[in-house]
């Protein structure tokens, strides 16, 4: 019985942990955009977690590139 990580099937967004700003790294802003997701509202979606163990997560429709786009 393996815990699964809930990554979405989609997701394909490479991150670098590690130069991540806090507020990315608190999952308060996007990881690829930067966008502060306190005033900017726009859907995101959770791709993983950062080194603290928060959540960390990406623009649906703007920063998540789904399959393949090159
Ligand atoms: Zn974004």
């Given at each position: 019985m393996a815990s699964h990580p809930a990554t979405p099937p989609d997701a394909q967004v490479r991150v670098n942990l590690a130069?991540?700003?806090p507020a990315q790294a608190d999952g308060l802003a996007c990881v690829v955009c930067g966008a502060d997701y306190l005033t900017?509202?726009?859907p995101h979606l959770p791709i993983g977690r950062s080194r603290t163990?928060?959540?960390i997560f990406v623009c649906s429709t703007t920063c998540l590139a789904p399959g393949g786009a090159a």
């Open positions: 130069h991540l700003s900017v509202k726009v163990g928060s959540q």
